[in-house]
């Protein structure tokens, strides 16, 4: 999208806008300025592809967290280069965690299903030297700095799509965060889909329990995107090839997934396509009609590595009269179930949009 496409589409967003408190009638509203915590990462950057093509988000600003792959200067030149393919250069991206919280980095597999560059080896362009990430402060240091002086009527919205160590980070310099940010989307976890690191662990919660037990009991209203709805928003074969000749960001996203589809047949024994993890994120944000949720009181287990349990996020998900409610702090809802038909549309929808926008 072009700094000017931006600039007209915000304008209309905000002539359009009803003043405040007249309800949120339908039509346009303010875009929701938005910071994302990433390790991009292949679905990261199909997710940050459409955070850039959806005209309810303003981001803002892009975190770094280890994850995906261990090199971090990797990660962050992966988000400059979807950012200079959406002629979005105007986005800072600001370096963050390298490391976990406070036990040491255990690889479980990220490069096998990302490749060692993180994008499936698809995309070698070199990105215009003026295109470099922002020294003058970490991702944690800007998730605060935004949370605490950003003018817009509603708070950023906080959404990580990688271990939450930035998230934790920002809580230890500011612990006042799920005030001033009370919203947090995030990928990470499971309740009842078999886990993809562990047998019940996935990948974003397993790579740091300690930053995720932090984040999940510190207050924030949380939505999480899990493998129940992330695995069953599948994407076939056939999708994904209806997206290459949509445009330059269909294009990159076909090129793009070839490995990451390749990883899950070779090493996961699905027959074709790919899961939907990160997008789904922001998909709950945009359309949370489509997804069943569920607020519980969560546990996230902490055990010493190895152990099968660590990275294990537990919901109480008691219920009926023998049982008590969730506790009124228990402000974490799971997302359970999707109609995938519904969010896939609208993911193509919006790759769609971007044709005439993108440089
Ligand atoms: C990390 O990635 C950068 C950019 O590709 C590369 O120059 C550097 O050598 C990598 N570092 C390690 C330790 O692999
Ligand atoms: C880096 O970020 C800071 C804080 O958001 C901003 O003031 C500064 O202009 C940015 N620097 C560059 C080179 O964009
Ligand atoms: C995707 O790969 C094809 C074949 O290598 C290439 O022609 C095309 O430019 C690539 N698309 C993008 C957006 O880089
Ligand atoms: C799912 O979404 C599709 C497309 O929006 C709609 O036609 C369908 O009725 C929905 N299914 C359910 C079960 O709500």
Known sequence: ??????????????AAIAPAHAGASA??????????????????????????????????AIGINFGS???????AQNALTVLALAGREDVPVY??????????????????????????????AALPPSLAVNRSMSAAEFIVHACRHDASPKPPLLVSLAPLTNVALALNLEPRLPEL?????????????????????????????????????????????????????????????????????????????????????ELAGFEGGMPLHDPSTLLMFLQERSYELKRWPVWVDTSPFPSVSRGLML????????????????????????????????LRARIAATSAEFE
């Open 69 to 75: 792959l261990k090199n971090t200067t990797q990660l």
């Open 315 to 346: 919901p109480d998900r008691r219920g009926g009269p023998l049982s008590p409610p969730p506790p009124r702090d228990a402000t974490v809802h799971f997302g359970m179930s999707v109609n995938a038909t519904s969010v896939r549309q609208l």
């Open 181 to 265: 940010c009370p919203d947090l989307y995030l990928m990470g976890g499971t309740v009842l889909a078999p886990g993809n690191v562990g047998f019940l662990s996935e990948a974003n919660v397993a790579n740091d329990p300690e930053a995720a037990a932090r984040v999940l009991s510190a207050g924030f209203h949380t939505r999480v995107a899990g493998l129940d709805v992330t695995m069953a928003t599948w994407l076939s074969h056939s999708f994904l090839a209806s997206l290459q000749d949509l445009n330059v960001a269909g294009s990159f996203i076909w090129n793009i997934t070839r490995f990451y589809e390749r990883a899950h047949h």
């Open 95 to 124: 370096l963050g965690a390298e490391r976990p919280l406070s036990q040491p980095f255990h690889d479980l597999g990220g490069p096998k299903f990302h490749g060692t560059d993180g994008l499936g080896g698809a995309y070698r």
């Open 27 to 60: 039509g346009a509203q303010r875009a929701r300025p938005v910071i994302i915590s990433t390790d991009p990462g292949i679905d990261d950057a199909i997710a940050l592809l459409l955070a850039l093509s959806s005209p309810e988000l303003e981001l803002r």
């Open 1 to 14: 999208m072009s700094y000017l496409t931006l600039a007209v589409l915000l304008h209309w967003a905000t």
